[in-house]
């Protein structure tokens, strides 16, 4: 079993930053790879981002938040950040932390499907 708490959430003006944390407990030696997702309103839940939590060194963004968002580890803490800079009103969304702990999350990372292991999430809200 693996817990997740994503904290860090909170309101910010376009063009504002935001850090996400994700603090894993349990098995995490388990765990592939770690995402974030998020949520809108009416919409489907999207992948944002992943890396890969064995190693730490690969990651994968969404097309709409490449050269904005920075996923990263700190291994000493089981911690995974993701780091938003330059913001948008349209990122606005429940973001949520998962993890994996199948390999096809490597090459399947944007399914929602390959992810056992969800955070209660944390809202990020973007003022025009």
């Known amino acids: 079993q693996v817990q997740l708490v994503e904290s860090g959430g909170g309101s910010v003006q376009a063009g504002g930053s935001l850090r996400l944390s994700c603090a894993a407990s349990?098995?995490?030696?388990?765990?592939?790879?770690m995402g974030w997702f998020r949520q809108a309103p009416g919409k489907e839940r999207e992948a944002v981002a992943m890396?890969?939590?064995?190693?730490?060194?690969?990651?994968s963004y969404a097309d709409s938040v490449k050269g904005r968002f920075t996923i990263s580890q700190d291994n000493a803490k089981n911690t995974v950040y993701l780091q938003m800079n330059s913001l948008k009103p349209e990122d606005t969304a429940l973001y949520y932390c998962a993890a994996s702990t199948s390999w096809l999350c490597v090459g399947r990372w944007s399914s929602k499907n390959q992810y056992n292991y969800w955070g209660q999430g944390t809202q990020v809200t973007v003022s025009s």
């Open positions: 349990g098995n995490t030696y388990s765990s592939n790879c």
């Open positions: 890396l890969i939590y064995t190693t730490g060194t690969s990651t």
